[in-house]
């Protein structure tokens, strides 16, 4: 195949993934108005759906080789390392026609390039922020992150660490892996997982992203002795265990940038093992739009059961707050039905006046108590179906036959969306407008969603690459 020919097919391959992308938001567009009717906390809001190129995120200890690694992926000198923690901010590096930094407000101010919503994470956040553009070959984009420290962990009320770094670091680190497309966790021979900081991101904001996270202990020519490495490596398999409760821990990668001190090791020989381990891992990294299209399609799935799950529990609440509702006002009628039949035999046989008063005075008040009792009843209701407790029994009955399965995902998905249905819920009966519910031909076109279209998507992704 000439040159030519070999660009056209880039090409074609490139629009091929662009449809796929395309295709996934048009989808994703037709979820939000079902999520809106529903409270709008079911799935992310289309405004923040993350980046518009695909980017890998490093995390880890500080002194671990983050910048050096993205100095080594670019060839070319664009983060400062040094042994000292270095970096205190989180520095975006995207391709760019010309080299330009910009500062965190003007980063994350620019609604293209989706770091908008780290607003929410206040002022101190934005000024620990950066943009640096880079005339590269790259397609993506890299952020390196402030290394994690052996400061005690320090928790607000709500469980968020802020004191330390004056802003919610563990949160950030949530953001960003959440919306990248690879997370590059790296430790280093001296903290082999043992630094608290870096056990409390990893415990709380780590959780569900393991499929696209890379373990990397760097610096492994530091090793004199194998017995070093051996004590490091179990050392961080064990702190990882902590932290990552499967039976089959992701890939550790062991290996080590070129630096000063690489000759030193004894190890000397293994060195070029680390070479090898270095390019698979790079490897890994150039993968990162290719991750992207997965991770669109995988967001998609994802989405779309939450939505299905949370329409299925919602309906449930619903119609059995609508069924008591209607049996409160038909015992209302009824009464009324008597009282003003009562009141009307009365008139007919030209009762006394004083008594065909007290019946219909009678009558009004013994309703309105009713409807008071209802009201107070009904409240209860509310309340009573909105416990979590209740929403529990909601899911299982709505969901009996995963329930029975075992099977996982939903049960997560159930985790994740309880708090906020539960809020969602009880917004809407305070509002105290017509309840909404989702009808049977929107959950089977959310179904078709998941069983046709999805999958559909993922060939098409596989015959683009
Ligand atoms: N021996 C050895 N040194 C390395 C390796 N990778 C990085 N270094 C050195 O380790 C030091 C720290 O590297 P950085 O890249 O600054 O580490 P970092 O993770 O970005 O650190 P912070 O920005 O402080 O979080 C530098 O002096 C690097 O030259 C490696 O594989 N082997
Ligand atoms: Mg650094």
């Given at each position: 195949m000439d040159s030519q020919d070999s660009e056209a097919t880039l090409g074609s391959k490139r629009s091929e993934s662009q449809e796929v992308l395309e295709q996934c938001s048009r989808l994703y567009d037709s979820l939000t108005s079902l999520n809106d009717r529903l409270g709008g906390v079911a799935i992310s809001s289309p405004t923040d759906r993350g980046t518009k190129l695909p980017y890998v995120l490093l995390v880890g200890?500080?002194?671990?080789g983050k910048s050096s690694f993205i100095n080594y992926v670019l060839k070319r000198n664009i983060q400062t390392a040094g042994?000292?923690?270095?970096?205190d901010k989180f520095t975006v590096i995207a391709p760019g026609a010309e080299d330009k930094d910009s500062d965190g407000p003007t980063l994350v101010g620019d609604?293209?390039?989706?770091?908008?919503?780290?607003?929410?994470?206040g002022p101190t956040l934005i000024h620990h922020t950066q943009l640096k553009q880079r005339d590269s070959h790259l397609d993506f984009m890299l952020v390196d992150s402030p290394g994690m420290i052996d400061a005690p962990v320090n928790l607000n009320?709500?469980?968020?660490?802020?004191?330390d770094r004056g802003y919610d670091f563990p949160g950030v680190v949530r953001w960003l892996s959440q919306r990248a497309d690879i997370v590059m966790l790296f430790f280093d021979p001296d903290k082999p997982g043992t630094t608290g900081e870096t056990m409390d991101v990893l415990l709380r904001?780590?959780?569900?992203i393991d499929h696209k996270l890379i373990i990397i202990l760097n610096k492994?020519?530091?090793?004199?002795?194998i017995h070093d490495f051996a004590r490091a490596y179990g050392s961080l398999c064990w702190n990882l265990s902590k932290v990552i409760p499967r039976k089959d821990l992701p890939p550790i990668y062991t290996m080590s940038l070129p630096?000063?001190?690489?000759?030193?090791?004894?190890l000397a020989e293994s060195l070029r093992d680390l070479e090898h381990t270095r390019d698979e891992v790079v490897q890994q990294v150039m993968q990162a739009p290719k991750r992207r299209i997965d991770n669109v399609i995988t967001n998609l799935f994802d989405s779309t059961s939450m939505l299905i799950l949370y329409s299925k529990i919602w309906n449930d609440v619903v119609s059995r707050f609508v069924r008591e509702w209607r049996s409160c006002r038909l015992q209302e009628a009824g009464w009324s039905l008597v009282g003003g039949a009562g009141f009307g035999g009365l008139n007919y046989l030209a009762i006394d006046p004083m008594i065909q008063g007290g019946v219909f005075g009678g009558s009004i008040l013994s309703v309105g108590a009713l409807f008071w009792y209802h009201q107070t009843y009904l409240q209860r209701m509310q309340d009573d179906l909105t416990s979590l407790e209740a929403l529990s029994s909601s899911f299982q009955r709505t969901h009996a036959l995963q329930v029975h399965d075992g099977d996982e995902f939903t049960a997560s998905l159930y985790q994740r969306s309880r708090v906020s249905l539960q809020s969602a819920l009880k917004n809407e009966f305070a509002s105290g407008g017509k309840l909404p519910t989702v009808s049977e031909s929107e959950l089977q076109r959310l179904q078709s969603i998941l069983d046709d279209e999805i999958p559909l998507l993922r060939r098409l992704a596989n015959d683009s690459r």
């Open positions: 200890n500080h002194s671990s042994v000292a923690p270095t970096d609604p293209d390039m989706g770091f908008a919503s780290l607003r929410r994470f009320q709500k469980g968020n660490n802020v004191m904001c780590l959780s569900g492994a020519d530091q090793f004199y002795k630096n000063d001190q690489n000759q030193t090791s004894t």
